[in-house]
């Protein structure tokens, strides 16, 4: 994400000021700004009112308070369903990690964490984004209607249905 990396808005979402520190410290360096709240409900609020800044992505743990990790992922879906959420997740517990992704998780992370996975991941996670919605059909990100002067074309048939 060259340019823009610098500038980000980054939610941590965990109970445990050790790894608030830990997490805000790391992504810091890696030219994420953090918002730090220690529980799931306060989180979604941030998500869903954008109060604190806006927010490019979230990251969260099993430690955090509140509702459940998938039930929060899952949310996150619901009320902004393009922001990646990486998880953080215990080390060999494959069925947390399958039913993250299935909630709507972007990414997920066993512990213990790698700080270079954690930023690739978080990297990755956000250049997708940005890629699907290179992707997304035209007609989705140009406006309805076109005004007739904005219709441009040089076949002949599109002459002729002009000329009509």
């Not at 520190?21 to 994420?32: S, T």
């Not at 490019?56 to 992922?73: E, M, N, Q, W, Y």
């Not at 922001?83 to 215990?90: A, R, S």
């Amino acid at each position: 994400m060259g340019s823009n990396r610098e500038g980000r808005n980054i939610l941590i979402v965990e109970s445990d000021p050790n790894q608030q520190r830990y997490f805000a410290a790391l992504l810091g360096r890696g030219g994420w700004r953090t918002t730090v709240v220690d529980n799931t409900d306060d989180g979604l609020h941030l998500i869903d009112t954008d109060e604190a800044a806006p927010i490019d992505a979230v990251l969260t743990s099993h430690s955090a308070g509140g509702r459940p990790i998938s039930k929060f992922a899952s949310e996150i879906r619901h009320y902004r369903p393009m922001l990646p959420t990486v998880c953080i997740t215990e080390l060999g517990n494959v069925d947390d990690a399958v039913r993250l992704m299935h909630a709507g998780a972007t990414d997920f992370i066993q512990r213990p964490i790698i700080a270079d996975r954690l930023l690739e991941s978080l990297e990755r996670s956000s250049q997708a984004d940005a890629a699907k919605d290179e992707l997304r059909p035209l007609t989705e990100k140009l406006r309805a209607n076109l005004a007739f002067d904005e219709i441009v074309g040089s076949s002949p048939n599109f002459r002729s249905v002009l000329a009509i």
